[in-house]
């Protein structure tokens, strides 16, 4: 198991009180990194913690910071937290420790609670500039749901067991939580129609899926070991690959997703570190009898035992109409993370294993996560069949995919064995009308 330390001790309290009260995502456990502005101030990194975030740049100018953890600090106080990121794990560690040191409760609380900003106060940004972000396909379950659809003989194709699937995404339109999303306009051709047309998606999705953020690089060239995965990933967040399914099935073959995928990616703010998730690491997938074993490059016996990570994923969605009755988000999946077919470290292992390199902030997302079973699918392609079987909301509203005004939420946790819970925060967004 990866090592535990003082800051992972689920008796340590913080005195943020509301740090301390059962089901808060940010318990001082946590301490997920973020980027944060107040009252339109220039964006720098905090840590959030119960319903506050620590300003890192306030408690670095308090002198709250020495050693390893004021280089790490230095590095998370600007507007990207990329310098950080390209530390090494050491000066993660440091600035974690240090960090849980100061907020808890028998820290240095006067001097501390002067660098507390209110996270209603808050709007959050990107935390960090993401130079390229690839997107896997690592749910074998999902990959049997949404391939049954189309090809209900053969759903799976014949690499998907030996190879981490995925395409390269695009950067510039992932946007933090809360943005809204402009339903896009796009080239379709519905099935039976003779031409393809130009107008607004009429198959609009969402995608629940977690994303791990690069930290230090390799030189082009120089893969990393799967070994060596470990330290080359900083930490992960919740993703929404929001998907237009009819541009998508008119464009996606030969060379894969496109503008179904470019128009919008929605990401949870905060950060939550490999190292904060240590307690919830578990073994990765048990493959059934049968099924091919990695190639050597892919596999690993530390990766096998503790590649997988135990986090249960939500996601909810309101109509307008629910949110002006005061109706509560309907839950229209839960999934086990632990199930995916490939883990985060194969998948970063793959993506370099022909020398491409990786550059502190990049983001891979790791595909839908869903599970067998209707409850547990991440898309709506999943739970309307493809737009066949339409599903109703609580308030009476019936649904295949989104509407304007709809808002989905995302939202993922981590409890047991006797550990902290864990949260990830919310990812969100409201899809607004086509425009033009
Ligand atoms: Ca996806």
């Not at 900003?117 to 997107?135: C, F, K, N, R, S």
């Not at 230090?216 to 993703?239: M, Q, R, V």
């Not at 739970?383 to 808002?407: A, H, N, V, W, Y």
């Amino acid at each position: 198991m990866p090592e535990l330390n003082d800051t992972h001790d689920p008796k340590r309290k913080s005195f943020v009180a509301a740090a301390n009260e059962a089901g808060n995502d940010f318990p001082i456990q946590n301490l997920p990194l973020g980027v944060f502005s107040i009252g339109g101030s220039s964006p720098h990194g905090g840590v959030a913690i119960g319903d506050q975030i620590l300003d890192i740049a306030a408690a670095l100018k308090a002198g709250l910071f020495g050693g390893a953890a004021r280089d790490a600090a230095e590095a998370a106080s600007g507007a990207i937290l990329n310098p950080l990121l390209s530390q090494n794990s050491a000066h993660w560690s440091a600035l974690r420790a240090r960090v849980s040191e100061l907020l808890a409760e028998d820290g240095p609380k006067d001097d501390v609670a002067k660098c507390l900003v209110a996270m209603t106060d808050a709007e959050m940004h990107l935390p960090t500039q993401i130079g390229d972000y690839t997107d896997f396909y690592a749910s074998i379950n999902h990959a049997t749901n949404a391939g049954t659809l189309f090809r209900p003989d053969n759903p799976l194709l014949p690499s998907y067991k030996h190879i981490p699937i995925a395409y390269h995404g695009r950067a510039s339109s992932i946007q933090p939580s809360g943005e809204a999303i402009i339903r896009p306009n796009g080239q379709t051709k519905a099935p039976d129609a003779d031409a393809p047309s130009f107008g607004p998606c009429k198959r609009l999705d969402y995608e629940m899926e977690l994303a791990f953020y690069g930290g230090p690089g390799n030189a082009l060239g120089t893969p990393i070991s799967l070994e060596d995965t470990e330290s080359h990933i900083f930490g992960l967040c919740l993703l929404n690959d929001w998907s237009a399914r009819d541009i998508q099935a008119w464009e996606y073959q030969p060379l894969g997703p496109f503008l179904g995928k470019n128009f919008a990616s929605t990401i949870s703010p905060w950060i939550v570190t490999l190292e904060a998730l240590a307690p919830y690491r578990t073994r990765s997938f048990k493959r059934p009898d049968g099924d091919p074993a990695p190639l050597p490059y892919l596999a690993s016996d530390n990766d096998e035992k503790w590649g997988g990570l135990d986090i249960q994923m939500q996601v909810a969605i309101t109509s307008a109409k629910m949110r002006a009755d005061g109706q509560a988000p309907y839950v229209c999946g839960q999934a086990p993370f632990k199930d995916m077919y490939w883990t985060i470290f194969q998948m970063l292992a793959h993506h370099t294993s022909g020398g491409c390199d990786l550059r502190p902030g990049d983001l891979m997302g790791t595909g839908t996560v869903s599970g067998t079973k209707p409850g547990s699918y991440g898309s709506l392609l999943e739970i309307s069949r493809g737009g066949q079987e339409p599903f109703d909301l609580p308030s009476g509203e019936s649904r295949t995919f989104l509407e304007d005004g709809d808002e989905v939420i995302m939202s993922s946790h981590c409890e047991g064995g006797g550990y902290a819970r864990l949260g990830f925060g919310d990812c969100r967004g409201i899809v607004l009308p086509a425009r033009g």
